[in-house]
């Protein structure tokens, strides 16, 4: 079992950042990739960013030039570092841990932007 654990949200203006984190704890033998979704009040969850093993990274157009993934692999950990924050980006936002078979899921952190 994996247990993904984010932390780093919070309240911030507009034009602001954020860094959100994603600790996986537990059983891993090898982690796949590791990434970011988001869900708005109202919406689907999205795909936010992700990262494999390797390093490759994709990200949503929505968040291309604002958003950066990375990832520690001795630390099993994902960042995400958010900037120029906008209100549209405001969900709770959640990580998750890809591994063969199984993706786990973190509770989530809630990133609230004002405008």
């Known amino acids: 079992q994996v247990q993904p654990v984010e932390s780093g949200g919070g309240l911030v203006q507009a034009g602001g950042s954020l860094r959100l984190s994603c600790a996986a704890s537990g059983s891993i033998s090898v982690i796949n990739a590791m990434g970011w979704y988001r869900q708005a009040p109202g919406k689907q969850r999205e795909l936010v960013a992700g990262?494999?093993?390797?390093?490759?990274?994709n990200y949503a157009d929505s968040v291309k030039g604002r958003f950066t993934i990375s990832r520690d692999n001795a630390k099993n950990t994902v960042y995400l570092q958010m900037n120029s924050l906008k209100p549209e980006d405001t969900a709770v936002y959640y990580c998750?841990?890809?591994?063969?078979?199984?993706?786990?899921w973190g509770q989530g952190t809630q990133v609230t932007v004002s405008s």
């Open positions: 990262i494999t093993q390797g390093g490759s990274t």
């Open positions: 998750t841990v890809v591994t063969t078979p199984y993706t786990y």
